[in-house]
């Protein structure tokens, strides 16, 4: 467990710039010049349904210093013996070969300890770099620091590898062939100091390639029209990467290609074009309420880091989502060693999902291809709509769980933490919840009353003991609390104002406790160096924090982490 998230993480940090810009910080005015002409947004396409890009540089030194806070202090050689053993058991080709490249790759990037270790490679930590589409087929491009010493670091890894690629030329540009002979071929070139890599069909045209490969430029390219700084603005994304996928852009090129990047790979693999002559209303109609996904960073510096994706939905679907939201005392904020909470509207959620499934049902979507969703809101809504779902519902609103404390008790994992329930109508959820927890409903309670000690004959006798508390929209719950007011203040607690669906969070001594916990718990599934790394990781995150939203552009998943 711990050798393959390990190294990942490693030879992800390593490459953790990938869209963070590039430049050397004594870069001259020739070379920021140079830097500006190969710039990686000249080759998207202006009109390319997906793409992943970064617009300005992050400095290599500020890069660097991120990455070696972030990456767990250890050497690679364990891990790499490990995989090594590992690959003994694997037989089939595919993954043997990948393992191998692999370990290959780690071979390289143990040792390194420095930026110049880093160039030494012929790699920069923060390239320019960007993902993209031209059609359906995809691009990889990354600045390199030294084409050269790249070529070298290259061949040393498809040699232990045991990969031989092929060689092959178009136009007068050379790159490599890296798969075997097959419908499809994956492609590798170091051109003017960049690394490409793309899939391509293996009897794809001159022009084709050379397209690819960049010799043939797009008429209007994301840098020249501003669409990705447009990205960035309307999202407050940082210009160290960003992007999109245009769902009309993609299902029309599948539909009708309008590239002929498209046309070939779909030729290739034998795929049969979707006919959505019959479907185009439909889906005009799911594109309009849907466009797309946007990701980017909001904050990527030495001290926090913060990751999001959009679902981005028409102005309805923003109204409809935020009207489900509920306040939850606490949510949204980071007491507690650990927690995760939601804030959800049942009753109008049940109602919001049969107003979509009418509307469904009164205007289906007609193609064969989607008859599917036509279904599917028939069967959510018959879900909803049961008496369990209504019984939660009307006295549920939200809850969040939070841990103040995990420790090991006589050989038994134990801790304390407080669970706040959120409802509009307290006293009936404590009547609903006295169907499983008998004793809660002679407790007493009552809103502003004090804290009150819950025996349960039912609950075994080592469980710590438990209070209840009740305010005028929240029952909380408090396990192992040496003191009962603060049932009172997580009830006090001031709800989120950024309409949060879900939100969770784990904090540096939450992963020491666990260490802590598992150590104690000897596991066949866990080792010691498994918990050696929760031990690192801990010491490396303050905090990290997760959670889903509804924004003015639609659906926000985000991931943040703060760093020691």
Known sequence: MKTKLSLAVTLALVSAGLLSGCSDDNASAEEASTQETMSTLIYIPVDSPYFMASSDPMPEQEAFALYQRMQPMMTLESDLDELRDTLADIDDEVPRSMMKLLIAMGEELDGVESLEDVHALGLKVSPQAAFYGLGILPVLRMQLQDEEAFRETLQRVLTKAEITPSTATTNGTDYWVLTPEAPVKAILAIIDQQLLMSVVPQDASDELLSQVLGNDLPGSNIGDSGALAEIEQRHDFTPYGAGEVDFSRLLNELSTPTHSGTQALMDAVEAEQLDLSACQADIDRITSR??????????????RIEMNVILETDEAIVSDLRALTTQVPGLGSTEGIASIGMGLNLPLLLQTVQQYAQQVRQNPFSCDELQDLNSAWTEINMAMNNPATMMVGSALSGLRAR???????????????????????????????????????????EPGGEAKQIEAMMLPPETPALYAAMSDNAIALGADISDPALLQKALEAPASERDLLLHGHLTGE???????????????????????VFRQYADIYKSMEYWLRVDDAGVEMSFSAELE
């Open 290 to 303: 849907f466009p797309g996904l946007v990701m980017g960073m909001r904050e990527y510096n030495q001290d």
């Open 403 to 445: 841990i103040d404390s995990l420790t090991m008790t006589d050989g038994e994992p134990s801790g304390s933490g407080i669970l706040t329930l959120a409802s509009p109508n307290p006293m009936g959820l404590v009547s609903t919840a006295s169907a499983f927890l008998p004793e809660l409903g002679t407790l007493g309670l």
């Open 510 to 532: 939450f992963y020491h406790s666990l260490s802590d916990v598992m150590e104690q718990m000897p596991s066949d599934e866990v080792s010691a160096s498994d918990i050696d």
